[in-house]
């Protein structure tokens, strides 16, 4: 989720740049003061442009970009989201969720190669528009997170059910964290596939337009290095299979080591309902298995976040005032109820998300 509140596009063409370069269909993210953050606008954009690429026969793939030296994309516009909760009750949000998970279902399914470029600021609805592509490259200055529980929110785009697939409870460690991953852990958690040097993409893109997606890739992508996740699986899956959060907490405290004992510093100053939402979203993840019905279980979860005080609190706490001290309501895990919970998986009022339309 973007903490950047710039505003520097005011259309929609100018902030996602569509074209065509031989055969690709190119997709530019081009909000660079605001860390390319989306927009409904720049959804429907990108919507759009794929589907007339899908029956353009000229276009063999399409790949996607950020505009700057920043990121692909820090997520969704979270200040619009604060700012829509506090006037309207949240009612453009739930629209905006709608069409991006719309989106995030469509890229995974696409019918023709889609290639993210996953360079630098890779967070929240980045993810959505490029972990579910069919080639994901990154780099070193690769930072990939899911940080919703920061703000008061849970990991939506899909991002439950990436998560839900990584090896042993990485992704519960990383859902539950928001911590970032470098290039090599992206790869090894199954949010990306190659990792390609920063000052190899220009030529990367251009191969692209060129010649197949494999031997362009093949040309620039080398093996992963420098990834620390897969050492510490140990205390990882030890502390994360528990059952409740605060069992969680307890085993990380009680590990000793340092990792552990960040990873319970953090969760202790998460919104304590976020993060119990989140770990039950993951496992139902787990069951649920495809993406369809985890984005359907996601909307519900996202539209009651608009209704609980965490959300608003969140982004204040972030983006508006900056004071990075959120008040969280309920304040303590143990005050939040089984029957918390399980409000945030019911029917939304603001209907299903509909997957299969």
């Known amino acids: 989720m973007s903490t950047d509140d710039s505003t520097d596009d005011s259309t929609a063409e100018a902030s996602v740049l569509v074209s065509t370069e031989g055969r690709v269909g190119r997709l530019t993210l081009n909000r660079p003061r605001a860390l390319n953050a989306l927009t409904h606008a720049m959804v429907l954009r990108i919507d759009e442009a794929l589907s007339a690429w899908e029956r353009d026969p000229a276009v063999a793939a399409v790949v996607v970009t950020g505009a700057g ?15 829509d909760v506090r006037a309207g009750g949240g009612a453009a949000s739930a629209a905006f969720w709608r069409d991006e998970y719309l989106l995030n279902a469509r890229i995974a399914r696409y019918p023709k190669p889609y ?35 920061g703000i008061g929110f849970v990991p939506d785009v899909g991002g439950t059910h990436l998560l839900a697939r990584a090896p042993g409870e990485l992704g519960t460690h990383l859902a539950l964290t928001g911590a970032e991953l470098g290039a090599a852990d992206a790869v090894h958690c199954g949010l990306a596939d190659h990792v390609v040097p920063s000052a190899a993409l220009p030529d990367l893109v251009r191969d692209l337009a060129h010649t197949s ?66 770990l039950a979203a993951l496992r139902r993840a787990r069951r649920l298995g495809a993406l369809e019905p985890v984005l359907e279980q996601e909307y519900r979860v996202s539209c009651a976040c608009l209704t609980a005080p965490d959300l608003v609190e969140g982004i204040r706490a972030q983006v508006v005032d900056k004071d990075r001290r959120p008040h969280w309501r309920p304040a303590a895990l143990e005050e939040v ?13 603001h209907g299903a998300l509909g997957t299969g339309r």
């Open 69 to 83: 030296e920043r990121g692909l994309c820090a997520g969704g516009d979270i200040r619009a989201v604060h700012d």
């Open 115 to 149: 290639v993210a470029v996953m360079d630098g600021i890779v967070m929240g609805g980045g993810v959505g528009v490029s972990a579910h592509g069919d080639v994901r490259v990154v780099t070193e200055r690769s930072r990939v997170a899911m940080p919703e529980t």
């Open 213 to 278: 997606v494999e031997e362009a890739v093949g040309r620039h992508a080398g093996p992963p290095s420098g990834g620390r996740l897969a050492e510490e699986r140990g205390w990882i899956d030890a502390c994360y299979a528990a059952d409740t959060v605060e069992e969680i907490v307890a085993r990380l405290l009680a590990d000793g080591s340092h990792g552990a004992k960040e990873a319970a510093e953090t969760l202790l100053s998460r919104s304590p309902t976020s993060l119990k939402v989140t």
């Open 337 to 349: 109820t089984e029957a918390d919970v399980a409000r945030f998986f019911a029917p939304s009022p």
